[in-house]
């Protein structure tokens, strides 16, 4: 079982950048497909972008070309940049290792960390 912690979050006004930092315990991190998920306030989760183990991306739509994820195994940190932040990205972000077929969650959740994307 791997552990997660999220950091990076914060207030930034729209247009603006941020970097969310996923730090994994254990020894075979580098083994999972990695993911981030977003919770807005009063929505479910979802999915937002995944890591395979060899570096295969995937991202949803609403994120494409603005957001990118990217691993450091020897790190055991996967991350995500964030760009063009708009007000509809504010949400708390989450990290989990994922399904590599489906994307799905697979792990427990984290406490997460908070994005705020002022207007």
């Known amino acids: 079982q791997v552990q997660l912690v999220e950091s990076g979050g914060g207030l930034v006004q729209a247009g603006g950048s941020l970097r969310l930092s996923c730090a994994a315990s254990?020894?075979?991190?580098?083994?999972?497909?990695m993911g981030w998920f977003r919770q807005a306030p009063g929505k479910g989760r979802e999915f937002v972008a995944a890591?395979?183990?060899?570096?295969?991306?995937y991202y949803a739509d609403s994120v494409k070309g603005r957001f990118t994820i990217s691993r450091d195994n020897a790190k055991n940190t996967v991350y995500l940049q964030m760009n063009s932040l708009k007000p509809e990205d504010t949400a708390v972000y989450y990290c989990?290792?994922?399904?590599?077929?489906?994307?799905?969650?697979?792990?427990?959740w984290g406490q997460g960390t908070q994005v705020t994307v002022s207007s």
């Open positions: 989990n290792t994922v399904h590599p077929g489906s994307g799905l969650a697979t792990g427990s």
């Open positions: 254990g020894r075979t991190f580098d083994k999972y497909a």
């Open positions: 890591i395979t183990w060899s570096g295969d991306t």
